[in-house]
């Protein structure tokens, strides 16, 4: 297998241009992975910056009602709120050894901006996000927490106006300023190397699952849910334990309104499920396509999830069975959210209730063994907008 | 009509070439065969028609709407290879499009359609050497350019690399960026085409949008310009679009011998 690929995934399908970006991005990061006084600053920003490590938390009470032992990964308690910024602050600091002035991103629900505008104040960084229009009206109050720490919010109004569009934005830009600029890709998706070195970052999770499920429960778990955009929480704490072959992992995704297309949208967001081959935003991966390669749009009630689009580890995972994909749709997601709320007194991100809504729907089903350990990729204080908006009514008119 | 051959004519009457670029579809089939002929007409010598996608990540906002438009008005590869034969002006026909709009449609089947129509080159954006395998063989068996492109920040050893596997012409993108009209001529300009040591033809693009620049450009060494966001402009107002298309080619083209 090519270094770049994941089986027939993956690659490298950019403009000539960011070849050379690519290149030395690869270089400088083989070249810091390794080199102590990186990783200890890493480490340094890791626990006292970000707050690592988070809790494995076992929820007593959902556990119960659902008759089956289950921790939460507290990613929610991470600095910013999401799982994020395990991966912000390890590009950010990789662009500092390498030199770069710079920071832009891409940002979807604003969580991946948020953490960008976090490291790059912290490291002393011009931070420029890119967002699509529409979630700059879904999410705020992220706008108003990356504005707060120096970051320019760039609205994108082309496409879709969501998180395709941002990338496809932040890629025009860095086109254009390569020499001085880090692109921060905020999950497993883009050109190699990113969802290599995105996962490198992200599997701090599964580490830290690993050693804690050893020590509360002496054995490893039998499965892990999480939930998949682009895929990185997901590819961070399954990473781990990819070897571990007894251990199921199941990646949840946004069913939406329904895994089928109305015209140019997809009322879903399951590229793994009901995508297919194809080269999106520099990798060959699954993707939401019509029959002649044009991008669909896509469709969740969570921002951070509606992207056409996955990591190329994922879809070669999913290809050669390793891990199993499925969705929950708008409604699953919602009633899930309300219940962690009640039962533990936890308000998670509409894109982790996706993996907990998962759990709620195949308890029964014994697929998930006795001990489950699920992401709980980040908190939903920002999504309360959007929930009240909703009132319960998820796909009404759209379908 | 080839390209080596176009190029071979206007190397023996001593000009240099004008590519124009189009999106074929914006805002009608129908339209497309008529600006291309009012280029043609006012001294285009090569025609890159667009296939237009939904994500043109190296296209600036010009080539963007223009994609929009088109698909929005129903654009798409099947409509898009009928509309390459149809077209009878005598110069060559270069596809620019994204790469996903070949995989779906399976690469050796795109080139051969592309053949079949009439379309004697194929630049891909979005495809860098090292992936570029497939479309090589394919382009190899049916007798079609691959053109690539090089840019400011490509080194000496890459342009090895990409002028030994291309043909027809090299693309010069010249200033880092985006597709986009612009007024200035990029100093980055003068200084890549002086790196770029190849005996393929020499065709400067990325911001050109008038005469006076386009001169500068030829002066520099080129041997070709590459025009697209100054004509999909044009196109855009729906004003006069013919006839100001063709004099926008006459300009530019005219433009060449004087400074
Ligand atoms: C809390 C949370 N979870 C999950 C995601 C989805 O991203 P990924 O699939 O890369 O983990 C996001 C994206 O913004 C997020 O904010």
């Known amino acids: 297998m090519q270094k770049s690929r994941y089986g027939r995934f993956g690659g490298q399908f950019v403009p000539e241009v960011l070849m050379p970006a690519l290149n030395e991005l690869e270089e400088g990061y083989e070249r810091y992975k390794q080199d102590t006084k990186f990783l200890?600053?890493?480490?340094?920003?890791?626990s006292e910056f970000a707050g690592r490590s988070t809790p494995l938390y076992h929820a007593r009470n959902l556990s119960k009602k659902y008759g089956t032992?289950?921790?939460?990964?507290?990613?929610?308690?991470?600095?910013?709120?999401a799982h994020k910024l395990n991966n912000t602050i390890g590009q950010a600091l990789l662009a500092k050894y390498m030199g770069k002035k710079r920071l832009i991103a891409e940002t979807g629900a604003g969580q991946h901006g948020t953490a960008t505008a976090m490291a790059g104040a912290n490291l002393g960084f011009d931070t420029v996000v890119y967002m699509g229009a529409k979630d700059v009206e879904r999410q705020k109050m992220n706008v108003y927490r990356m504005q707060l720490m120096g970051t320019k919010v760039y609205p994108v109004r082309s496409g879709s106006m969501t998180l395709k569009d941002a990338i496809n934005e932040a890629l025009r830009d860095w086109v254009s300023n390569v020499q001085n600029t880090h692109?921060?890709?905020?999950?497993?998706?883009?050109?190699?190397?990113?969802?290599?070195?995105?996962?490198?970052?992200?599997?701090?999770?599964?580490?830290?699952?690993?050693?804690?499920?050893?020590e509360k429960e002496g054995r490893l778990?039998?499965?892990?849910?999480?939930?998949?955009?682009?895929?990185?929480?997901?590819?961070?704490?399954?990473?781990?334990?990819?070897?571990?072959?007894?251990?199921?992992?199941f990646p949840v995704e946004a069913g939406g309104c329904g895994i089928q297309v109305k015209g140019r949208t997809a009322m879903h967001s399951a590229s793994l499920g009901a995508g297919e081959e194809g080269i999106l935003q520099g990798a060959r991966t699954l993707i939401l396509q019509d029959k002649y390669g044009q991008i669909l749009?896509?469709?969740?009630?969570?921002?951070?999830?509606?992207?056409?689009?996955?990591?190329?580890?994922?879809?070669?995972l999913a290809d050669i069975g390793r891990i199993k994909p499925d969705s929950v749709n708008d409604q699953e997601a919602l009633d899930a959210f309300h219940e962690l709320c009640r039962l533990e007194g936890i308000i998670p991100a509409l894109e982790s209730s996706h993996a907990l809504a998962y759990v709620r729907k195949m308890a029964d089903s014994g697929e998930l063994g006795d001990l489950v350990v699920v992401c709980l990729s980040g908190r939903g204080d920002k999504d309360l907008e959007t929930v009240v908006k909703l009132k319960g009514v998820t796909c009404e008119g759209k379908i | 009509m080839k390209i080596e051959d176009k190029f071979r004519q206007l190397k023996k009457n001593n000009e240099k070439a004008l590519i124009a670029y189009v999106c074929a579809g914006d805002p009608s089939v129908d339209a497309t065969r008529e600006y291309v002929h009012a280029?043609?007409?006012?001294?285009?010598?090569?025609?890159?028609?667009?296939?237009?996608?939904?994500?043109?990540?190296?296209?600036?906002?010009?080539?963007?709407?223009?994609?929009?438009?088109?698909?929005?008005?129903?654009?798409?590869?099947?409509?898009?290879?009928?509309?390459?034969?149809?077209?009878?002006?005598?110069?060559?026909?270069?596809?620019?499009?994204?790469?996903?709009?070949?995989?779906?449609?399976?690469v050796e089947k795109f080139v051969k359609d592309c053949a079949a129509s009439g379309i004697s080159g194929i630049i891909v954006p979005d495809l860098p050497i090292e992936e570029a395998e497939d479309m090589l063989k394919a382009c190899k068996t049916h007798d079609v350019?691959?053109?690539?492109?090089?840019?400011?920040?490509?080194?000496?050893?890459?342009?090895?690399?990409?002028?030994?596997?291309?043909?027809g012409f090299i693309y010069i993108v010249s200033r880092l960026g985006v597709t986009g009209a612009r007024d200035d001529v990029a100093e980055s300009t003068k200084e890549v085409l002086a790196k770029v040591n190849t005996s393929l033809p020499k065709a400067v693009g990325f911001g050109i949008s008038g005469g006076k620049q386009a001169a500068q450009v030829i002066a520099a060494g080129a041997d070709a310009v590459i025009v697209g966001s100054a004509f999909v402009n044009i196109i855009s107002s729906q004003n006069n679009v013919e006839r100001r298309l063709e004099e926008l080619a006459r300009e530019i083209k005219f433009g060449f011998g004087i400074q």
Request: proline share 7%.
């Open chain 1, 183 to 214: 692109y921060l890709i905020g999950s497993v998706v883009g050109p190699h190397p990113y969802p290599m070195i995105v996962r490198d970052f992200q599997s701090v999770i599964g580490k830290e699952v690993k050693q804690q499920i050893m």
């Open chain 1, 221 to 249: 778990p039998d499965s892990i849910v999480a939930c998949a955009g682009g895929g990185s929480n997901a590819m961070g704490i399954f990473h781990p334990f990819i070897a571990d072959t007894d251990v199921k992992l």
């Open chain 1, 69 to 81: 032992k289950i921790y939460l990964k507290r990613e929610d308690l991470v600095h910013g709120g």
């Open chain 1, 40 to 46: 200890r600053e890493l480490n340094y920003y890791l």
């Open chain 2, 39 to 106: 280029l043609v007409k006012g001294g285009a010598d090569i025609v890159e028609l667009g296939l237009p996608f939904s994500d043109p990540v190296a296209d600036g906002p010009t080539i963007q709407a223009a994609s929009d438009r088109a698909l929005e008005a129903g654009m798409n590869p099947d409509i898009y290879f009928e509309l390459a034969a149809s077209i009878k002006d005598p110069v060559p026909l270069v596809c620019m499009t994204y790469y996903n709009l070949i995989f779906r449609r399976g």
């Open chain 2, 145 to 167: 350019d691959m053109i690539f492109m090089v840019t400011p920040v490509t080194d000496k050893g890459r342009m090895q690399k990409i002028f030994s596997k291309g043909s």
């Open chain 1, 297 to 316: 749009e896509s469709t969740s009630v969570s921002a951070g999830l509606d992207y056409s689009g996955v990591g190329p580890e994922l879809a070669y």
